[in-house]
C-alpha cells in the first residue's frame, strides 16, 4: 500500500493550470499538504488568489486559519464533522463552515472544485494512467513530470 503514487494539485479552475503540486507515495492524509500547495499557487500564480476551494480531506481548523488569516483567502472546504455519526465542530472557522455548508450558502463556490477532478482526467487521458517507474523516489518525479507537461500542453494551445 505504501508504494501507491499520490498526486495533490492546486489548479486554477478557469485555465486548469496547476499552480502548484506535491507528489508522495503511499496513503496518508491530505490536510498536511495544504498549506505548501495553497502557498505555492498563492505565490506563483498569474493571477490573484482570491478564493481555494478543497475537498474534506483537506478539513482542518488550522487550514481555514493559514487561507483566511495569513494569506487573505477565502477558504470553502466541507467540513467532515456534519455526518449524521458527528457533532458540530468546537473550532470556530470549522463550526462556520459547517453552518455555511448546512445552508447552502457555498454551494455554486464549492461546485469549481471539480476542476481539478477535470484536470486528473487531463492528465490521465492525454499522458496515461500507468505508471512507468518502480522504485517511489522515480514515481514522484514521474508524477511531476507530468504536471509540467501538462501545463507546457495548455500553454502551446493557448
Known sequence: MTR???????????????????????????QPSFDDLLYHAWRRSHVTVRCVVADAGFDSEDNHRIARRDMRVRSVIPPKAGRPTQKLPSEPMRRDMHRRFKRGADRAVYGQRWQVETVNSMIKRNLGSAMRARTAVRRRHELLLRVL???IMLLAEG
Open 4 to 30: 501507491l503514487p499520490k498526486l495533490s494539485l492546486a489548479a486554477d479552475a478557469a485555465t486548469h493550470l496547476i499552480l502548484a503540486a506535491a507528489a508522495s507515495t503511499g496513503g496518508g492524509a491530505d
Open 149 to 151: 507537461t501538462h501545463n
